[in-house]
């Protein structure tokens, strides 16, 4: 993801600039990345570091002690968890103790299906959760523990119209959970069922940007960026959305240099300038 959101100020040009005064004016003292109300976040944190990394920016020295306070993660929620070792990829890297017990704290979310789930001790995964834990266990330099168990957890959580959700026994999935699903078969060596590039194309709004889920209002730019990420990882044919994207993403991009999340949206954030980059990535390819 970070190699190609580092094809996006191709795109931006002249205005790559304000993309990273942005980013840095994102920086609190601590170290930290605000959230959308300014206090630092990890969440936010991940986002701030990789959208700088895309732009060419080294990460910011004080992150690194940010990033300390939170030790191996034995406080943290699932997410936060992930957000931490990737968060420690992008900064400097962990020792060895810590990774260890961050990979075994990692482990005790392993859902009974053989995925992965927010919680502990849950007898069903999630596309999401399960794209969270072997994103982070890259990071740790450790392999997924069951990756067997992972495709039978997407296998129940797969939509009856033939995209995933997050949840068991959905009549619809959603475009950030088809576009997990899709990684982790592709991170896996699997190939993906054919019609989920068709499911995926079909969440495209005519006049460009993709939707969250089919009966959606309006597209959004997490949907847009994950959607172009999984249909580049199928090998679609995406040329005839490319121009009406990229005026989408254009629509969500302000002169103080973030992007909102869609049109509804009044806040800016690290978050969807990331995924902002991500979908300039794609579309400038």
Known sequence: MLQVARVAPTSLGESRDLVAGFLRQSLNADGGFQD???ASDLYYTVFGLEALLALGEP???TTSSYLQ??????????????????????ASGLNAGTSARMLHRLESFQSADGGFALTEGAPIGNAYACFLAMAAFEDLGAAVPDGDGMLRCLEGVRAADGGYANHSGAQEGSTPATAAAVMVMRHLDVAPYPS????????????G???????TPMPDLLSTATALHALA???????????PCLDFVDT????????YGSWADHTLDCEYTYYGLLAL?????
């Open 252 to 259: 969500l991009w302000t002169s103080a240099g973030g992007f």
């Open 209 to 215: 940007g993709f939707f969250a889920a089919p009966r």
């Open 233 to 243: 990882a199928l090998h679609a044919d995406i040329d005839h959305l490319r121009e």
């Open 281 to 285: 990535g794609h579309l400038s390819l």
């Open 196 to 207: 989920v590039s068709r499911w995926l194309l079909e969440r495209c709004h005519p006049g």
């Open 36 to 38: 959308r109300t300014g």
């Open 69 to 90: 306070h939170f030790g191996n993660g034995a406080s943290l929620d699932f997410v936060h968890l992930a957000c931490l070792a990737r968060a420690w990829g992008s």
């Open 59 to 61: 990460a910011p020295e």
